[in-house]
């Protein structure tokens, strides 16, 4: 069966810092990965994805994140992180490329202090 | 315009009682989701339909019941309500089932006393 550990369950980093948010994936077969970032009292909203091709991805908001095969990492970065960036981040894998078998890792809250 | 919209945002009920909650969306997609989100934050699916299919019923107590009456509108029914339902439950869409983006909505918060 497929999972996703996010290590980190709370990251907390200055503003300006550079971040990144870890995640690894467990799967026998090829995996399609995503960033998902959950703002307080809202929904889920993709940050950027990864189905083929380049291993660097570049998502919204400034945030890349490299796929590494060898690793079985999606590790999410960004170079100076913003007060606004204080949010859930959920990684997930999907062996199938389609929403429905989506399993998410248990999120990672970054806090961006001043 | 919300393209993800559910109702009602937060539910406080008794045990035994039934609840409905409400999702449409506006994005023109095929297929629906329900997840759950627990207190720890932990998401899982329940539900899944394409085009008013049911395509995915996760291991899933039967007091949760799915209805589409069209592509649009994804409704969540529980029965008996007990008190591990309390989490917030989240629709999403998705335009085919080949992209891995979905669209969620707010969340609705139900808490089971």
């Known amino acids: 069966a497929q999972s996703v550990t996010q290590l980190d369950s709370q990251v907390p980093v200055f503003e300006e810092a550079p971040v990144e948010l870890r995640c690894n994936y467990s799967s026998s077969v090829s995996v399609y990965l995503f960033w998902y970032v959950q703002y307080p009292n809202q929904g889920l909203q993709l940050l950027l994805k990864?189905?083929?091709?380049?291993?660097l991805v570049k998502g919204i908001n400034g945030f890349e994140a490299e796929f590494n095969k060898s690793q079985t990492s999606f590790h999410l970065r960004k170079p100076s992180v913003h007060i606004s960036d204080t949010a859930e981040y959920f990684c997930?894998?999907?062996?199938?490329?389609?929403?429905?078998?989506?399993?998410f890792g248990t999120g990672t809250q970054l806090k961006v202090e001043l | 315009d919300t393209a993800v919209s559910q109702t009602p945002k937060y539910l406080v009920t008794q045990m035994g009682n039934d609840k409905s909650i409400k999702c449409e969306q506006n994005l023109g997609h095929d297929t629906m989701y329900w997840y759950k989100q627990d207190s720890k934050k932990f998401l899982k699916i329940m539900f899944s339909?394409?085009?008013?299919?049911?395509?995915i019923n996760e291991t899933v107590p039967n007091r949760f019941s799915p209805k589409s009456p069209d592509k649009a509108h994804l409704n969540l029914h529980i029965n008996s309500l007990e008190l591990g339902d309390s989490a917030v439950y989240f629709c999403a869409s998705s335009q085919n089932r080949n992209t891995g983006e979905l669209f969620f909505g707010e969340g609705s918060r139900l808490t089971v006393l």
């Open positions: 990864y189905l083929s091709g380049s291993t």
């Open positions: 997930a894998a999907d062996p199938t490329g389609g929403g429905n078998k989506l399993t």
């Open positions: 339909y394409n085009n008013k299919e049911l395509i």
